[in-house]
């Protein structure tokens, strides 16, 4: 949650270009209010609004260094005075931060006392006042940096800048440095795509560390780059890291939203899934056999893909998995031992949720298997063993492309422990091949669909089996991008009550598939009887349905299908209702808050 994109150049950069287009990048990360600052002269020129960034631009202006974010509010409202970045009293030292300083209060009181006065209802501020502070005192800008990240609580990435100086650290919230060897620039961002039109090589900031960037004197080649354990003040090595994506995959091209894009684009994420290292997965299919006690924990969207995980390991491994969400782990830390493998199931690695259950569960000497999009994220490196989704930069809000990705990837396991590893990789690839249809044959009917559900103020979902997590996420998808209440039930369960719900009219999506049809429908039956608007999702139409998206019959990979029409109607319903669907109200891409 928040943005940050800063850069150190030797020849000079337009801070519009560079800034501005950096925090569009960044946007999915926080859109509730935006800002940066440039040295101009020896004051800082600040600028802030409230809102999206949106088609902004400023004049084209060259700096040597500059700062940016682009805010998902914690402490204090949505305004221009709460905007990053913020200032030292004295105007000198520039912040931006993203996460949460839980002891700001304390250390605000201290500073107050001191005689600084405040001009914002951040926890933020806090950080420019104590650097300032420390050089009150007489210390340079870097350890009056390193001094007040020692003073901070809670997870942060923090980048500050004083004159010709940028320094970043981290603890818990993400932080990666871009380097541009050939140009002589250094970027500083949250994430690689606010950058990755310069450079593809990386430096990925750990915990408890801090990068300066700062003038090279002599020979003044090129700005330095010094990394520092900030606690204990020692120099540490870094080693740079190329990154596979490319910007064509982190632009939206020809499509009017990167949601419409990213649900395309799983024509080939899905197979790009299961192109995995099969050393790896064999090692993986060990550990799974030899675990006393398997957990797959995830949040929102990659927590159905775990729910999906239960079905597909029974049924096709014939072994019991336990699934628990991330936020809830930490209440089964006593049942975790030694012999424990827990699969983290997550497209950012930076859900803070998740990273503190894998805390937890490391504690207790358990084993970690990630299931993760975002190579260098905090998960990849908490983990004994990382399964890349491949999927490429997924911008939009909602998960799409990463939800199938991460079902492929646990169908292809589930084989795998089954000893039948190249035939599940064929059945998903089969199954991969079904997806150009699905969403070229459906898109026209989905549209239409929409129409008729736009004004609804509920849609219920239902499905049997691995058809059950499909509906949760259908049901996940509609609400948060459209905002039209949904909800998604196994089949059996809304006579236990939600049926209680439909009326005349009433819409109700029933997944079904040739294992669950029966069942399914006699619960689809029930919901008509009472008036229900039925739309079915199968691969066979049926006289019950008032509305059929056909998706083809993929046995064992039926999951990994079933959900792209429901994805492609949240969209329309979205578009039709004036939504932003790559930026939904209230949400940010990577929630790294507790
Ligand atoms: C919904 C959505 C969220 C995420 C959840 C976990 O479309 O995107 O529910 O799935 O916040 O995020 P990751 O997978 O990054 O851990």
């Known amino acids: 949650m928040c943005g940050i994109i800063a850069f150190k150049s030797l020849n000079g950069l337009d801070v519009n270009e560079i800034i501005v287009k950096g925090l569009k990048r960044l946007e999915y990360r926080g859109y509730d209010s935006f800002g940066f600052a440039y040295p101009s002269g020896s004051e800082v020129e600040i600028m802030k609004k409230v809102g999206k960034i949106g088609d902004f631009s400023s004049e084209p202006v060259i700096a040597k260094i500059a700062i940016g974010h682009t805010r998902w509010a914690t402490h204090g409202k949505v305004s221009e005075a709460n905007a990053h970045p913020h200032l030292s009293q004295n105007n000198k030292v520039v912040v931006v931060h993203n996460g949460i300083i839980e002891n700001f209060q304390e250390l605000k009181d201290f500073l107050v006392k001191k005689g600084y006065a405040f001009r914002s209802e951040t926890d933020t501020e806090v950080i420019p006042q104590y650097m300032q502070f420390f050089m009150d005192s007489g210390k340079d800008f ?4 390193r001094l007040a990240f020692n003073k901070i609580e809670g997870s ?6 004083n004159n010709n100086e940028l320094v970043g650290a981290r603890n818990g919230s993400p932080l990666v440095l871009g380097v541009d060897e050939k140009n002589k620039n250094y970027f500083l961002a949250s994430d690689v795509p606010a950058f990755l039109e310069f450079t593809n090589k990386v430096i990925y900031i750990d915990d408890g560390e801090m990068a300066v960037l700062k003038e090279n004197s002599s020979p003044k080649t090129s700005p330095k780059a010094e990394f520092f354990d900030y606690a204990a003040g020692s120099p540490v090595k870094k080693q740079i890291v190329e990154i596979k994506w490319n910007i064509e995959q982190a632009e939206k091209g020809d499509y009017e939203h990167f949601m419409m894009k ?3 684009e799983q024509k080939f994420t899905i197979k790009a899934a299961v192109q995995q290292d099969k050393n790896l997965i064999q090692k993986i299919t060990d550990e799974i056999n030899n675990a006393f006690g398997v957990f797959f924990i995830g949040a929102g969207t990659s927590y159905h893909a775990c729910l999906a995980a239960s079905y ?8 019991h998995i336990n699934v628990v969400l991330a936020s809830e782990f930490p209440n089964y830390e006593e049942f975790l031992t030694e012999k424990t493998l827990v699969f983290a199931v997550s497209q950012s690695g930076e859900t803070a949720d998740l990273l503190e259950a894998i805390k937890s569960a490391k504690r207790k000497g358990a084993k970690i298997v990630s299931i993760v999009n975002v190579m260098g994220s905090t998960l990849t490196r908490l983990s004994d063993y990382n399964i890349m989704m491949n999927a490429g930069p997924e911008i939009c809000v909602l998960s799409t492309k990463s939800y199938t990705s991460q079902l492929a990837i646990i169908t292809m396991l589930a084989y795998s422990c089954a000893g ?4 599940g990789k064929q059945i998903i690839s ?3 091949k079904f997806v150009p249809e699905i969403i070229d044959d459906n898109k026209k009917n989905l549209k239409e669909l929409a129409m008729r559900l736009k004004d609804r103020h509920d849609i219920f979902l239902i499905g049997r ?3 059950f997590p499909t509906a949760l996420e259908g049901a996940l998808k509609i609400k948060e991008v459209s905002y039209i209440h949904a909800e998604g039930f196994a089949g059996g369960e809304l006579k236990h009550g939600t049926i209680a719900l439909i009326e005349e009219g009433t819409p109700a999506i029933i997944i079904s598939d040739s294992r669950t049809r029966k069942q399914t429908l006699s619960n689809a039956m029930e919901i008509k009887a009472r008036g229900g608007f039925i739309i079915g999702v199968d691969s066979e139409n049926n006289e019950i349905f008032d509305y059929f998206i056909k998706v083809p019959e993929a046995g064992a990979a039926n999951s990994i299908l079933m959900i792209i029409p429901i994805q492609i109607l949240a969209y329309y319903l979205a578009v039709l209702r004036n939504c932003d669907p790559d930026k939904p109200r209230n949400l940010a891409k990577s929630v790294t808050v507790k």
Not at 142 to 145: D, I, R, V
Not at 420 to 423: A, I, T
């Open 142 to 145: 870097k350890e009056a940096c």
């Open 156 to 161: 942060f990435a923090v980048v500050a800048m």
């Open 262 to 264: 990213e649900i395309d």
């Open 312 to 319: 597909l390991f029974s049924h096709i491994a014939k072994r």
């Open 420 to 423: 039948k590893l190249e035939e």
């Open 430 to 432: 089969k199954a991969a």
């Open 465 to 467: 089996n691995s058809d």
